[in-house]
Structure formats: structure tokens, C-alpha cells
């Protein structure tokens, strides 16, 4: 039997170097020899996810990347953003199951705790979980936000920063857990990653690293034959898929020009 092909799709235009930093979010964990993951970035797409401009180029950008995925023999996406950008657009145009780590951290969470907090890099990004919160009906599960106020690095990510980065992050982490209440920690982005393994060896509640998170469900979905709900994620009645690579190869070359 063929191995499942799981493709992950990295919301920023970057260097196979920096690929590969998001490839390190497979280190430690256990699949079988059926299934692999394969990653891709998007051809073109926002420099940062700091505004609503950002948010909306991301949508089409990860759309773009993984329209074709079906056809292409893939047999699941993962979306490598707690922003779940692309995630609905997708399941309209696949049968395959589509993931995000946003929602998927925040439900998880619940399964472990009562109230959960988010640790990040920027405040900058609350928008994106209060996004995931309305739609879900979770404020009031979620005990805080946490931001450490550090410039993001979509491409390099932590590396070079463990030591500034990692003990802010746990001393935001502590003040969740003892001044908001929070019983469960959600890593508050896929590029803070780098920093699960040391951050559980020292707090004291359970913290979602949320791209592993995905990867264990999308393994889970094809070992169970589940995928998303075609009455909730209606096919289109006129795709447009041809207009949208035609954007793409456009603004792929206006990148490559600066």
C-alpha cells in the first residue's frame, strides 16, 4: 500500500533553509511507515501577520498553495498558521481533510483543562485568537492572552533568540497559570515551536505545540476515513481556480522583482 501524503503548507514565500527550520516540527514525534509529510510555502503572500491586510493575502495565498492538492495525490493538508487561514476555502474545493492548529489547539485544550491561556511573540497577533474565539463561542474559556512583546521571525523563527526568548515565555506562561487560572497552555504560534520541549520541562500544565498537533489529526482523520462535512463546506457552484493561479504566477514575478 502506497504511503498517505500529507501536505503542509508554510504561509510565507521563504528559502528552503528556513523550510526546513519548519520541518524541525516533525523531530520527536512517532508516525507509522505509511503516512509522510511533504512541505510547501506559498508562491507569493504577506511579509508578517500583523494586520488585517495580512490576514486577508494569507487566506488567498494558502488557498492558492493547496487548491490542487487532491489532484496532485495528496491525501490531507496541514495549514502551518494558528490563523486557519485557508482552511475553509479548501474544504470547498477538496474532499480530502483539511486542518488547521488554530481551533483544532483551542478544542484540544478543553479536552485536557477547564481554561486555557495563549502565549505569544506580539500582541500584534490577538486579533487572529479572537477571530478563532468568536467563532467557536470560547471567550470564556480562555483565561488570557500573553503576549512578550519580541518581534516575530517568520523565517528564522527562535533560533538564535533561546536565550531572551524562552525565559519570557516562561514567566508569561507562569502569570497564566497563577494570576488568569489558566490549566492548560496554547503555544500561540507555529513559529514558536522551537521552544515546546524546554517550556513543558519547566511549567507545570500541559502546553500545545500546535503544528504536531495537526499532524496527529490528520494521521487520526485518514486512519479513521473522516473528513470535513460537505453540507458544511459546500463545493462551489463556479470555481475560479484558473483566475487564481493566474494572480499567483502575477504576484509571484512582482516578488522575485523587488
Request: glycine share 6%; charged share 20%.
Amino acid at each position: 500500500m502506497a504511503a498517505k501524503r500529507v501536505l503542509v503548507i508554510v504561509p510565507f514565500a521563504m528559502s528552503a533553509d528556513n523550510l526546513a527550520l519548519r520541518e524541525q516540527q516533525l523531530a520527536g514525534l512517532q508516525f507509522g511507515p505509511d503516512i509522510r509529510f511533504e512541505y510547501r510555502a506559498v508562491r507569493a503572500g504577506p511579509a508578517n501577520y500583523a494586520s488585517h491586510h495580512d490576514f486577508a493575502l494569507a487566506e488567498v495565498a494558502n488557498f492558492e498553495a493547496g487548491c490542487r492538492a487532491q489532484q496532485e495525490g495528496f491525501d490531507a493538508i496541514c495549514i502551518d498558521t494558528m490563523s486557519d487561514s485557508g482552511v475553509a476555502a479548501l474544504r470547498s474545493v477538496l474532499d480530502i481533510p483539511v486542518f488547521g492548529p488554530g481551533k483544532a489547539s483551542m478544542l484540544m485544550a478543553l479536552t485536557l483543562g477547564d481554561r486555557f491561556s495563549i502565549l505569544t511573540m506580539a500582541s500584534r497577533w490577538k486579533p487572529l485568537y479572537k477571530k478563532a474565539l468568536d467563532e467557536l463561542g470560547l471567550h470564556h474559556k480562555c483565561a488570557s492572552v500573553r503576549a512578550i512583546e519580541v518581534p516575530p521571525d517568520n523565517h528564522a523563527l527562535l533560533s538564535g533568540k533561546e536565550e531572551d526568548v524562552f525565559p519570557l515565555l516562561e514567566a508569561a506562561g507562569r502569570k497564566a497559570i497563577e494570576q488568569d487560572g489558566a490549566e492548560v497552555l496554547i503555544l500561540g504560534s507555529t513559529t514558536m515551536h522551537q521552544s515546546h520541549a524546554w517550556l513543558q520541562a519547566r511549567l507545570p500544565v500541559p502546553i500545545i505545540n500546535p503544528g504536531p498537533l495537526s499532524y496527529k489529526l490528520a494521521e487520526a482523520a485518514l486512519a479513521l476515513g473522516l473528513a470535513h462535512s460537505r453540507v458544511g463546506y459546500p463545493a462551489p457552484m463556479h470555481p475560479r481556480l484558473d483566475m487564481l493561479s493566474a494572480m499567483f504566477d502575477a504576484g509571484a514575478r512582482q516578488q522575485k522583482e523587488r
